[in-house]
């Protein structure tokens, strides 16, 4: 607490990273995904010089988006192995806050792209094998979203799944097996274009003692088997081992220098690193990527969640590799890669913000919007007919916390929205709604991290009153301000349109605020970070219609929408941007 409000106080530090094109650099700076971006796996491209890392999207869709970045600290989003329905429509079933897609393992393997996850279905009991339904997506063509295949399914009682192959071609998957009593990473021979597993699966090694030994990945390197996995759980324990073999199958031998990633009994503001996986550029340097939460030690505050960072490493011929330790918001490494600013593609750079968004006829949902699960195409119109140069949102009947806070439920929720990936910005919209069929017609504005940990600011019509009221709704684990519903203020009551803002006061605060359009904002309500600091997630604020349990009828719409960045707090002070 005393580090942020050190780094509030103090003048800003000089930490931009002026990135000029042409340049070479050492110094780069985490996260360098920031935002709700964990587990990531990379890999470097020769063909076309570029890194490409995956990561978890958990319930969010389109999922398991993938980042491309030619000089490893700009990264521009490619698309989303996960991005129609029908590859996996049991994402919409994915009952409960941890649930959906983890841990994604992208490789490259003779001209083709493997990527291989979890749909995990954590509402289920433990040894129910229905709770991992372990899949393989497919494609030779990263940049076009619709050459992913349709996920092939394969049978493994875990997550965290990863492929491998062998000199002659023989495909493996190695995961972390979920049983309760004897976690531990297995392998078998799998099958990887028809999802059959060809042998009973191995216990390779069940890590040195930590808690839930997890995202295993191997790696081949003079004459070696190495098999890096993660061990402590996602929290303040994480941290990262390694274990070799001369033998695919074992027995694998320990490194004595174990943990050789982590930022665990440490006071650094990254926490929670882990996660990790290991690449090699142009140059043959080695480089790590894994998972870390800007929490600090207190571990209260930290909505963005479990965020990409990048560290080196030196990994010498017949040595055990060494990362670069600790995981910090300004690092030096190898030489970066030139700094090219100009990939192919039109996805944003991670970074870049929405600028006034007026989502113009002819134009499709931007690539980086996302729901919670599948949406209902129908509740979604880009510049509708009677309201161009709009995004009209048909109400769903249930809200943001659905029946339970956990299932989607009948009808799923009408909502979208984008990463939260700066500590301090501002996001707003134009909201035109005015509820005047049902009772409980609402849309507004919402800070999301999951269906039982958001809060939101909505304009409601109620049925025994003829004025359109504000309603402030927040849930979460924890203590959070208590919602109300109120008439708008008369003077606002027939503007035809609201100004609906969501801004980072601080850094442990949000606030909410409305205004017709033109007019000043006026704050209604504040939420703590901590309210949406939990689980495996990370925060989103977009837009939201509902019924609140009706049937609603009343669209609303949506134009300017804007998202800006304006400060990123690493350590030691922070960046303005
Ligand atoms: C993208 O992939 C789809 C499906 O394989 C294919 O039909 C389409 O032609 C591809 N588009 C481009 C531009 O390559
Ligand atoms: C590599 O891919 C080509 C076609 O893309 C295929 O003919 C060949 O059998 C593959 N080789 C291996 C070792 O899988
Ligand atoms: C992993 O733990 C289980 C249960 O204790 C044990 O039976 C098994 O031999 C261990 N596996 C390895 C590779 O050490
Ligand atoms: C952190 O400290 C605890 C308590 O001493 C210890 O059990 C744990 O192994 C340590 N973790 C790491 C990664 O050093
Ligand atoms: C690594 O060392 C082994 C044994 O000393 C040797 O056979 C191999 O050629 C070396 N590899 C590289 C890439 O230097
Ligand atoms: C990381 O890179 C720096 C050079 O900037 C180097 O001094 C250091 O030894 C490297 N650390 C590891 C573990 O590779
Ligand atoms: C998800 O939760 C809902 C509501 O509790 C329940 O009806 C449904 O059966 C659950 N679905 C699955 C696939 O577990
Ligand atoms: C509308 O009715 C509800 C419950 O029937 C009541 O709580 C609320 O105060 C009423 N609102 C107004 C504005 O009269
Ligand atoms: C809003 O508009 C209605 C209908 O034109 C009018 O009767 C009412 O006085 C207006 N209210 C305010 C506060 O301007
Ligand atoms: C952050 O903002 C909230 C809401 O205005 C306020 O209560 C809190 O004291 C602020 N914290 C700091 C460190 O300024
Ligand atoms: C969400 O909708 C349900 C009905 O589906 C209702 O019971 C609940 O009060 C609503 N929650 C909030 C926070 O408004």
Known sequence: MLRMLIALLAPPLALVPSLVAGQFLTQFFNPVIPGFHPDPSCIYVSEDENFYCASSSFSAFPGIPIHASQDLTSWRLVGHALNRPSQLPDLAIANGSTSGIWAPTLRRHNGTYYLVTTLVHDKRAPDDPTRWDNIIFQTVDLWNSSAWSDAIHFPFEGYDTSPWWDGDGTSYIVGSHAHRVEPGIHLAKVDLDKGVVQEDWTNLWNGTGGLAPE??????????????????????GHM???????????????????????????????????????????????????????????YVNYPMGRETVLTNVTWDNGSWPIFQNPIQGTMRGWQLPKIVQNLPGDGPFVTEGDVNIQF??????????????????????????????????????????????????PGGQTFVGRRQVDTLFTYSV???????????????????????????????????????????????????????????????????????????????????????????????????AAAVSWGFTGTLVGVYATGNGGDASTMAYVRDWDYRGWGQVRDGGYEVV
């Open 430 to 528: 134009t909201m035109d709604f005015h509820p005047t069929a049902a009772d409980e017609e609402e849309a507004g504005v919402t800070l999301f991290l999951t269906q039982n940990h958001h809060a939101r600011l909505g304009i409601v019509g109620r049925q025994n009153s003829t004025e359109p009221h504000f309603r402030f709704e927040a849930i979460s684990s924890v203590p959070v301000p208590e919602g109300f519903t109120m008439p708008m203020p008369t003077a606002w009551q027939n503007s035809t349109t609201l100004r609906m803002q969501i801004q980072t006061a601080n850094t442990t605060h949000f606030s909410f605020a409305a205004a017709p359009v033109g007019r000043d904002l006026v704050v209604v309500a504040y939420v703590p």
């Open 240 to 298: 990262q081992t390694i274990a070799r073999s001369k033998k695919l199958y074992g027995p694998y031998e320990v490194n004595p220098a174990n943990p050789i990633l982590t930022n665990a009994n440490t006071t650094e503001y990254f926490q929670t690193v882990g996660h990790a996986d290991l690449f090699q550029d142009a140059k043959g340097n080695w480089w790590g990527v894994a998972l870390a939460t800007r929490s600090g030690p207190e």
């Open 360 to 409: 113009p006829p002819g134009s499709s949902m931007p690539p980086h919007f996302v729901h919670w699960r599948l949406p209902n195409e129908a509740s979604y119109a880009i510049s509708p007919p009677e309201r161009p140069n709009t995004l009209r949102l048909k109400p769903s009947v249930l809200n943001l916390t659905g029946l339970d806070g956990n299932s989607g439920g």
């Open 215 to 236: 995202g295993p990945h191997i790696y081949a390197k003079d004459g070696y088997h190495y098999l890096l996995i993660a061990e402590g759980g996602t929290g303040l």
